[in-house]
């Protein structure tokens, strides 16, 4: 599936900006709308999104994955589609969801590398690449089949599911360009505990925000050297005044 490179490109940067904080703020609202349709439907879930950042000069990545819906391949040729404006996958329910995988996902992607998306739904793998060298492109690496245990494990997705149900959830991988700027570790974890998008998902009961340093070996073997479950407390303040006034002329107060 192609489109035009020019104004995809144009979207990513104006959103993203070449920001790892950004693209990640995107992707966990993503994750977050995903569950937000699970519990509109009275669904069990963990709640949990983990947050995986490699700062590796060449192989730097970041990696989110969650245990939400996930999706079928003809859904996710949908909502990755250039026209659609927020979620094609939810855009019957009335449930206040912010992006989930319409332009958040591809400006993510754009602004950053290239990605691998893995989706799992009613225990359905699909494992799909986008890419941009010849304009906006995914293809999907195998037809749909029932995931294994061995991919469920490697996706963190437990294979009983809560109330029944069959193994779902979304993973995106993101090869950053070798021209993204990479913060230290404590610089994306601070900026992502305090981001205002992020407070009320992170100080969300039902929600498990878990994010991870992770360094490779020279055969790109993987070691999470750090791991941290952010949480989100507002601050305490003191009322100073607390009053009725009301304005001339009107009934109104404030």
Known sequence: IKHAQRE????????IKGSIIRAIVEL??????????????????????????????ARGFVRVMDVAQGM??????????IGVEGSANYSDTDIDVRGL????????????GKATITSIRDGIINV?????????????DSEEKKA????????????????????????????????????LFSTIKDNIKNHFELRTIIGNK????IIREITLNKTGKRRVKKEERLNYNAPVGNVIHDDIHKTKNTKKSF
């Open 206 to 209: 039902n929600r498990e925000v």
């Open 101 to 112: 995988f319409g332009h958040g996902l591809k400006d993510a992607i754009m602004g950053l």
């Open 8 to 15: 995809i490109q144009r979207q990513a940067d104006a959103a």
């Open 72 to 81: 079928y391949q003809d859904k996710m040729v949908e909502v990755m589609d």
């Open 148 to 183: 294994t245990k061995s991919e469920l494990d490697e996706c963190e997705i437990p294979y009983a599911k809560p109330g029944g149900l069959k193994p779902h959830g979304t993973i995106v991988y993101i090869k950053l360009n070798k021209d993204i700027k990479r913060p």
């Open 28 to 57: 966990i609202t993503n994750a977050d709308d995903s569950y937000k349709v699970l519990e509109k439907s009275g669904i069990n879930h963990t709640g949990k999104i983990i947050i995986e950042y490699c700062r590796d000069k």
């Open 128 to 140: 799909f690449t986008v890419f941009d060298d010849k304009g906006w492109e995914f293809k999907f």
